[in-house]
């Protein structure tokens, strides 16, 4: 039997590593740790090999718990090489938990060690890591420092390996700073090097990085073209990790380009591979990025649910910086919802971990988040004094940065603020600079569009127009039916036994109309629509339509459902408590609408072959316009079949004087709709129009 000397097993164990192998990396180091003797420099070396194992996996206690105990065996034993080692590998592992100070103080502590060995290389290793801790901060000139002289000292003892490894470095922070082509000048010195020394896993990195650099730039086809060469490469080599990188790679080009369906199916094969892996880091990476997917199409709620497993694992493993960003994202699908109250929360705790890591970046983009929900006037918690502060700050920092896109957006927000505070010279100083930048930013998004135009069309125009129409539809039809019509349906005509329908009007809106300028009119109704939309998506409620100021929409199709009485109910408890904190349009005057609600079976379908419409049609819409005009302001009406109806809970009656048949004899009585309290009065019989006379009832909301 051949006895494998330890150094070659490790050096096995390193190879394995870098293919993603990491369960067989570990059986190579336990077995040098169980058979080395107790004062064996192998066994420092297999306990650090168990420790960047764990932390390619994500599990950084036992990555440090491994770190920890090599370093205790090397000073024992009194082997500086390995303490200097030791100390890096564990400031690696601080770094990746955002312990920017830890990682300083233990890099610091082995550069000293490595300076008074003579040993350069080591020396060189230290001072490059330090440039990472102050690239992840922000501080990129100071990083591209460290960077240089690691990269002078590695061109003194003529180490090519790491003199492309340290370029690769270098070539990122300019990524950073958006200066791409200073960027690729660097990684193309780096493929030059790695392409003369053969190193292939080298070369796929950094064809890859490539990649990154043309998507960036919105030159998607360069993009495409090197992903794809980087993702044949690793997967050639066997290195699944750094295979499924790739597809995430790919995943966020897609998702750029607007395919949808394609970025997650790269990221689903990324997800697959990390998992397997035990990648925990990569795996909550690529549920953040899904979330961020599903965010586009409107699918708050999906979106929520890969963001809350994404920040589980980041929490998990005690990356700080990545936990801080899934909880900004967090915070912006709440904002998506309406509830500012939880996107707050959830901007609150990003914002302290950025400060307390110091995340220049993370800070001022948190920042304006806060800024500019503090700025929404059909938030209840408005405050403009806050919101300038904070938007200011923002400003700020972003100018310092040099991040273009997040500037121009601090410049509009800052400028509504001053509007609507009637500071006009200020408001028209922010508009102007909005402009400006803006002028910038559009100019680069329109080389993109130009870019990513031709790019598509090399993609196939079929894919293209597809992609499109879907996107139409989507937007103008509920998702199912928009599925039909691709599907090939050419008549699309439904009918439903028992849906509810909701009627929304603006009192006095012709008034309103002429006493304000028509910009005001309509940006007050987009707010006002777009927050009935959302609480729609909340309750799982379809809107059907607009027109004018009037608001229809209906639970129970086009996905029937048992409790749609009780989903509209609960929209309109929330419809009158958003109008009650709505601002006011008319100066000395405040909105009010009024509602009104039936259930009851309609027909549903596509009318028009241009332009398509989707709309309802039956008693059951007529009677709830009637409900609607025959209400009172800040009151939902209802009829005595809806109410009935929403007094029964799984077959049983809340009220034991309540059946089919006998009119209805609940006065003042509360009740709570997922957890919203309301009282009904009847108002008694009312000759509606069309209708003749009928027992209806107000719901009125309790404080």
């Not at 470095?169 to 000048?185: H, S, T, W």
């Not at 909105?591 to 009851?600: A, E, L, N």
């Not at 005595?640 to 609940?666: C, N, Q, R, S, Y």
């Not at 009904?680 to 019989?685: N, V």
Request: proline residues 2%.
């Amino acid at each position: 039997m051949t006895i494998i000397p330890y150094p070659e097993m490790l050096k096995q164990a390193q190879a394995e590593i870098a293919k993603g192998n990491y369960d067989e990396a570990d059986q190579l180091a336990g077995e040098v740790l169980t058979r080395a003797e107790p004062e064996s420099v192998s066994r420092v070396e297999a306990l650090l090999t168990l420790a960047n194992t764990a932390r390619m996996r994500g599990d950084f206690d036992r990555s440090l718990e491994f770190g920890i105990q090599a370093l205790a065996l090397s000073e024992k034993y009194n082997y500086p090489n390995r303490t200097a080692g030791a100390l890096n590998v564990i400031g690696i592992i601080y770094r990746n938990l955002g312990l920017y100070d830890k990682a300083l103080e233990h890099y610091t502590r082995a550069v000293e060690i490595s300076r008074n060995l003579g040993d350069q290389h080591m020396t060189a290793r230290l001072t490059g890591n330090i440039g990472m801790v102050y690239n992840r901060l922000g501080s990129h000139q100071k990083a591209l420092e460290y960077y240089t002289q690691a990269l002078v000292m590695y061109h003194e003892f003529g180490d090519k390996s790491a003199i492309a490894s340290i370029t690769v470095n270098i070539g990122v922070v300019y990524d950073y700073l958006g200066d791409y082509d200073k960027a690729l000048e660097f990684y193309a010195t780096a493929l030059g090097i790695y392409t003369e020394l053969g190193e292939q896993s080298g070369i796929a990195s950094i064809t890859g990085n490539i990649g990154i650099i043309h998507k960036m730039t919105g030159t998607y086809d360069k993009a495409l073209e090197y992903f794809t060469q980087a993702l044949d490469l690793h997967e050639l080599l066997g290195e699944k990790s750094a295979a499924a990188r790739v597809k995430q790679n790919l995943g966020l080009l897609y998702a750029e380009l607007g395919s949808l369906e394609r970025a997650l199916e790269y990221y689903n094969q990324a997800l697959e591979t990390q998992e397997a892996l035990g990648a925990k880091s990569e795996t909550a990476q690529i549920l953040g990025n899904i979330g961020i997917v599903y965010l586009q199409p409107g699918s708050y709620h999906t979106a929520l649910e890969y963001f809350a497993r994404s920040l589980a694992l980041h929490e998990e493993i005690g990356d700080r910086t990545e936990a801080a960003q899934v909880m900004g994202n967090i915070g912006n699908a709440y904002i998506s919802l309406g509830d500012y109250d939880k996107a707050l929360e959830y901007y609150g705790l990003a914002l302290s971990i950025h400060r307390e890591l110091g995340e220049e970046a993370g800070i001022a983009l948190v920042t304006g988040n806060i800024g500019s929900a503090l700025a929404t006037v059909a938030y209840a918690g408005y405050n403009a004094t806050v919101a300038e502060e904070l938007l200011l700050e923002a400003l700020t920092m972003n100018e310092s940065l040099g991040i273009k896109w997040y500037q121009h957006q601090n410049h509009l927000n800052l400028a509504t603020v001053y509007e609507l505070q009637g500071d006009t010279a200020k408001a028209l100083y922010h508009y102007k600079q909005y402009h400006a930048i803006e002028k910038e930013v559009q100019s680069e998004e329109h080389k993109k569009q130009a870019q990513r135009g031709a790019f598509e069309r090399q993609i196939g125009a079929m894919q293209r127009e597809q992609e499109v129409t879907e996107r139409i539809l989507h937007s103008i039809l509920p998702k199912d039916i928009a599925h039909r019509i691709r599907r090939g349906d050419k008549k699309i005509i439904d009918k439903y036994d028992s849906v509810s329908v909701l009627f929304a009007d603006i009192v006095g809106f012709t008034k309103l109309s002429h006493a304000i300028t028509p910009e005001q009119l309509v940006e007050g109704l987009d707010v006002m629509f777009n927050t009935f939309d959302r609480l729609a998506d909340k309750h799982g409620c379809e809107k059907i339509k607009t027109i004018g100021d009037c608001y229809m929409v209906v639970a129970g199709l086009p996905e029937r459902c048992e409790d749609h009485v009780l989903r509209l109910t609960a929209m309109a408890l929330d419809m009158q408590h958003a109008i009650e904190n709505f601002p006011d349009i008319l100066a000395g005057g405040s909105i009010r609408i009024r509602i009104g609600m039936h259930t009851g079976s309609v027909v549903a379908g596509i009318i028009g072959k241009n332009k398509f419409s989707y709309d309802l049609w039956g008693d059951a819409v007529n009677t709830a316009s009637r409900m609607e005009s025959h209400g009172e302001p800040g009151k939902i009406h209802v009829t005595e079949e809806f109410l009935k109806k929403l007094l029964m809970v799984k077959g049983e009656w809340l009220m034991d004087e309540v059946d089919d048949v006998a009119p209805l004899t609940i006065n003042h009585l509360p009740f709570t709709i997922n957890h919203l309290p309301f009282t009904i009065i009847p108002r008694g019989e009312l000759d509606i129009k069309g209708k003749g006379l009928m027992n209806t009832y107000f719901l009125e909301k309790l404080p």
